[in-house]
T-cell receptor, first 114, second 116 residues
Framework: DTAVSQTPKYLVTQMGNDKSIKCEQN?????MYWYKQDSKKFLKIMFS???????INETVPNRFSPKSPDKAHLNLHINSLELGDSAVYFC?????????????FGPGTRLLVL | AQKVTQAQTEISVVEKEDVTLDCVYE???????LFWYKQPPSGELVFLIR??????QNEISGRYSWNFQKSTSSFNFTITASQVVDSAVYFC?????????????FGGGTRVLVKP
């Protein structure tokens, strides 16, 4: 059983389109995250949610809108895609918000904007 | 502000050699946690270890070992008798109380290439 899953795994789309990435975790965790990994492999947090409440919004353009329908799901919707949005997007989850919590990552979604 | 530096961008070794990955961190907090993750060529991020700032004991897990030294703000990772399957990008990360919402700050990663 996959602990943190993401769909789709690959996403190729044209500039200006709107797309969504879905994330689900079956670990019973309360906290979920989105990270972006750029072409140089640098990982940076975008958002975190705890019990469906937004906790971190890390200077991400308004075109990115996360939605958490329940604790097990955190989706990422991107409007008006730009070339610079091409990256790998990772979803992660942890038991809670504590500094000691380990984050477990999904397999990543490779987004290519043409 | 939190910062994690992995000065080695790429290390190439021949199988069975030992390889040590350096990680230096910056934080003003006294309570923090350090992590290592592995990203194999398939792309997923695999959790390897978590260490808290109050526990400076070294840890060994099979061929992996970690050396935590608060005096030098370092948390280095050694792979003993490397194997081809160890080829991956390895990330060091930091979480501290001042990082709201359990934000992980990652280093830039070290790519390890193990040649047969």
């Amino acid at each position: 059983d996959t602990a943190v899953s993401q769909t789709p795994k690959y996403l190729v789309t044209q500039m200006g389109n709107d797309k969504s990435i879905k994330c689900e975790q079956n670990l019973g965790h309360d906290t979920m995250y989105w990270y972006k990994q750029d072409s140089k492999k640098f990982l940076k947090i975008m958002f975190s949610y705890n019990n469906k409440e937004l906790i971190i919004n890390e200077t991400v353009p308004n075109r990115f809108s996360p939605k958490s329908p329940d604790k097990a799901h955190l989706n990422l919707h991107i409007n008006s895609l730009e070339l610079g949005d091409s990256a790998v997007y990772f979803c992660a989850s942890s038991q809670g918000l504590g500094v000691q919590e380990t984050q477990y990552f999904g397999p990543g979604t490779r987004l290519l904007v043409l | 502000a939190q910062k994690v530096t992995q000065a080695q961008t790429e290390i190439s070794v021949v199988e069975k050699e030992d390889v040590t990955l350096d990680c230096v961190y910056e934080t003003r907090d006294t309570t923090y946690y350090l992590f290592w993750y592995k990203q194999p060529p398939s792309g997923e991020l695999v959790f390897l270890i978590r260490r808290n700032s109050f526990d400076e004991q070294n840890e060994i897990s099979g061929r992996y070992s970690w050396n935590f030294q608060k005096s030098t703000s370092s948390f280095n990772f050694t792979i003993t008798a490397s194997q081809v399957v160890d080829s991956a990008v390895y990330f060091c990360a930091l979480s501290d109380f001042k990082a709201a919402g359990n934000k992980l700050t990652f280093g830039g990663g070290t790519r390890v290439l193990v040649k047969p």
